[in-house]
C-alpha cells in the first residue's frame, strides 16, 4: 500500500525557493519578461508596426507619399524589431539572472541597440539626412520598455494574484458533494472488498495532493492523464457498468505540456453532463495524438437521451469550466494552441491542440 501524504505536502513553489544544506533559504531569480512565445512576437511586430505607420503620417501629402514612407520605415524597423526579440529571447537564461531591475535595464538596453540598428540601415539607404542616431536610439528604448511591460503584466496573469483567488481555484477543483460520494462508496465496500476500498481511498489522495500542492507553471500531458485516470477510477465504483471509459493515448504526445489540472475538470465536466444524468450511463473517451508538430487532445462523451415528452435529462452548466481551461491554455501557450468545445452529431468534444513536445 502507498502512503502518500495529504495534510503534510509542503505548500511552496519548488521553481521560487530552494533550501541549501546548511538550512539557508535561497530566493531563486526569475524571468520577469518572456519574448519567445510566436503570440508575443506577432503582437510586437504589430504593435511596432502601428507606431510606425502614425510616425509616417507626419509631413506626408497624400497616400502614397504615406505608403512610400511607410514601407521605407518598416524596411530599417522591422528587422530591428526581430533583432530585439530574438535576442532577448536567445539571452534568456542569462536574463533569468540578473533579477527584476537588471532584467527591465536590460530590455531597455537592447531597444536602444535595436534603434541604433534601424537607424544604420536608413543611413546606409541614404534616407535620412542628417542621421538621427540620438532620436532612434531613444525612440528604441522607449518602444521597448512598453514590450516589456507589456510582458510583465502578461507573466503576472499566470499566477493567482492573491489568496482568495487560490482558495476559488482550489474550490472548482474539487466538489464537495464528489468527496461526501467518494467516502460513501469507500464505506460501503470496507467489509466486502476492503483491498477494492484501499486503493479507492488512495486514488482520492492523490487528487487531494494534486490540488493542494502548487505545481509550477506547467505539467506535462502524461502527468495529466495519470491524474484522469485516478479521477475516473473512482467515478467508476460509484457508476458501475454505466460508465465506459476508452482510452486512446499516442505515447508520442506524453511529454507535450498543459496548465496543471486541466484535463480533470474536462472529464469531471463529462462525467456530470453525459453520464450522471442518464439511467444507462455513457460512454466517454479520451485520446491523445501527434499530427506533426502538434499534438491533438479530444475528449467526448455520449449526450443524454430525450425522455417520453422529448425534453433532455440533466441540466446544461455555464460553462464556467471550459472558460477557465480555455483562458488557462492562452496565458500558457498563447496562439500556439487552440481549444474547442461543443456537440458533434450524438456526443459533445473537447479538442485541445497544442505545440508538439520539443523531442517528438
Excluded at 141 to 152: E, K, P, Y
Aim: aromatic fraction near 4%; charge should be positive; hydrophobic fraction near 50%.
Amino acid at each position: 500500500m502507498q502512503k502518500p501524504r495529504i495534510l503534510s505536502t509542503p505548500l511552496h513553489r519548488p521553481d521560487a525557493i530552494a533550501t541549501q544544506p546548511q538550512g539557508r533559504v535561497e530566493i531563486r531569480r526569475v524571468l520577469v519578461f518572456d519574448a519567445c512565445h510566436a503570440g508575443v512576437v506577432l503582437r510586437a511586430v504589430l504593435f511596432v508596426e502601428t507606431v510606425v505607420g502614425v510616425g509616417a503620417l507626419f509631413g506626408s501629402q497624400s497616400a502614397l507619399e504615406w505608403l512610400a514612407r511607410l514601407a521605407l520605415l518598416t524596411g530599417a524597423v522591422l528587422p530591428a524589431t526581430l533583432a530585439w526579440l530574438l535576442t532577448a529571447c536567445s539571452l534568456k537564461q542569462r536574463l533569468q539572472g540578473l533579477g527584476v531591475a537588471g532584467q527591465l535595464a536590460a530590455g531597455v538596453l537592447l531597444g536602444a541597440l535595436a534603434g541604433l540598428y534601424a537607424c544604420t540601415i536608413l543611413a546606409w539607404m541614404d534616407a535620412v539626412q542628417p542621421v538621427p542616431w540620438l532620436a532612434s536610439a531613444a525612440s528604441g528604448a522607449l518602444l521597448a520598455a512598453m514590450l516589456v511591460v507589456a510582458l510583465v503584466l502578461r507573466a503576472q496573469a499566470r499566477t493567482p494574484a492573491a489568496t482568495t483567488a487560490r482558495l476559488t481555484e482550489l474550490q472548482s477543483r474539487i466538489r464537495p458533494h464528489f468527496l461526501f460520494n467518494t467516502l460513501n462508496s469507500a464505506i460501503a465496500l470496507v467489509r466486502d472488498e476492503p483491498a477494492k476500498a484501499e486503493a479507492l481511498l488512495e486514488d482520492l489522495s492523490d487528487l487531494f495532493r494534486s490540488a493542494l500542492t502548487e505545481q509550477g507553471e506547467s505539467v506535462t500531458l502524461e502527468e495529466e492523464i495519470t491524474l484522469a485516470r485516478r479521477y475516473l477510477a473512482i467515478e467508476q465504483v460509484r457508476f458501475g457498468e454505466r460508465l465506459q471509459v476508452q482510452w486512446r493515448l499516442d505515447p508520442r504526445a506524453d511529454a507535450a505540456l498543459l496548465p496543471p489540472l486541466l484535463l480533470q475538470p474536462l472529464v469531471e465536466n463529462a462525467v456530470k453532463h453525459g453520464v450522471e444524468p442518464c439511467a444507462r450511463g455513457g460512454k466517454l473517451r479520451v485520446c491523445t495524438e501527434l499530427r506533426g508538430r502538434r499534438v491533438v487532445v479530444r475528449i467526448t462523451n455520449t449526450l443524454p437521451v430525450a425522455d417520453k415528452w422529448g425534453a433532455t435529462v440533466g441540466t446544461k452548466g455555464h460553462g464556467i469550466a471550459l472558460a477557465n481551461v480555455r483562458a488557462r491554455l492562452l496565458l500558457l501557450h498563447d496562439v500556439q494552441c487552440d481549444f474547442r468545445a461543443g456537440v458533434h452529431g450524438d456526443v459533445y468534444e473537447v479538442r485541445i491542440t497544442l505545440p508538439a513536445p520539443a523531442l517528438a
